[in-house]
């Protein structure tokens, strides 16, 4: 096992990330938080040890491929650049990186694919720590599953999500959304949606309505949330407000979506949860409705 993750690290790396991401998408990237995650077994592990590496780098071989790929919207395209997996009886790792193309500004593309190279190399890392120390302990089921879907994707707009699925005994799902500005070649942060930080309360209170609101509809939902003449056991864990990057995306219809993921607001059985923000409760807070409508 630590051969196989041995020879998968030396591939891995094989192809060289820069040191320092583009100044551009320091600009335009929201810092999101990252929580350790632990997720389901994989139900389809195979009994035999099998191993798939596939990476495609800046070549003719990888523009044939980007050419063959169809097109989402007009322009922009989106494919795996690298795949690889790994499993047997005990652990199980699968890991799709995202690579977007024909975007109009090479510096945000490069700096984009590079981000999500990156990324997925520090949770193929992560994983081998995983597994080394469960070997420590006397092993166990572990295992971890990367991949990406496109959210929205119009004329001007490109969400595109990316999702961690790890079980070690207990089980979670993060997830992290990029939207993209096709025409003016800009990664959205939530904060550039509005005038100024007023926002995180009005967006928090409305969640907070909402989560009541589902809870009175269905008592097997349950949000971490205050209610009235409710004595909380654990008051420190109720959801207070959003963070000012809070995760978010901007739905087809041009609607704002908050986004948590397993065990930020909820017990995990709820999984990652989501909601959709009325357009009349933020419309005088917003800097236009270029976006949000």
Known sequence: ??????????????????????????????????KNRALPWIASVAAACALLFAGVNASPAFAKAMSDVPVLGEIVKVMTIREYAEQDDNTAVHIETPGITNLGNTELEQTLNNKYLEENKKL???????????????????????GYEVVTDNEQLLTLLRYVVESAGGSAESRQYDTIDKINHLV???????????????????????MRQQMHDNPDNIYW??????????????????????????????KLVISFNEYDVAPGYMGVVEFTIPTEVIQDLLVSNEYIR
Do not use: C, W
Request: hydrophobic letters at 30%; proline letters at 6%; aromatic letters at 8%.
């Open 1 to 34: 096992m630590h051969d196989k993750l041995n020879r998968m690290k030396e591939q891995y790396e094989s192809t060289p990330i820069p040191d320092e991401l583009s100044s551009i998408v320091n600009k335009t990237i929201a810092t999101r938080r990252r």
């Open 124 to 146: 193929y890392e992560n994983f081998k720590d995983e597994v080394a120390q469960l070997n420590q302990e006397g092993g166990g089921h572990l295992s971890l599953d990367s």
């Open 188 to 210: 959205i942060t939530l904060p550039s949606l509005f005038k100024d930080d007023s926002y995180i309360q009005v967006i928090s209170d409305n969640i907070k309505e909402q």
């Open 225 to 254: 949330v205050e209610q009235p003449g409710v004595e909380p056991e654990i008051p420190e864990d109720l959801f207070q407000t959003i963070d000012k990057d809070q995760n978010f995306y901007i739905s087809p219809s041009g």
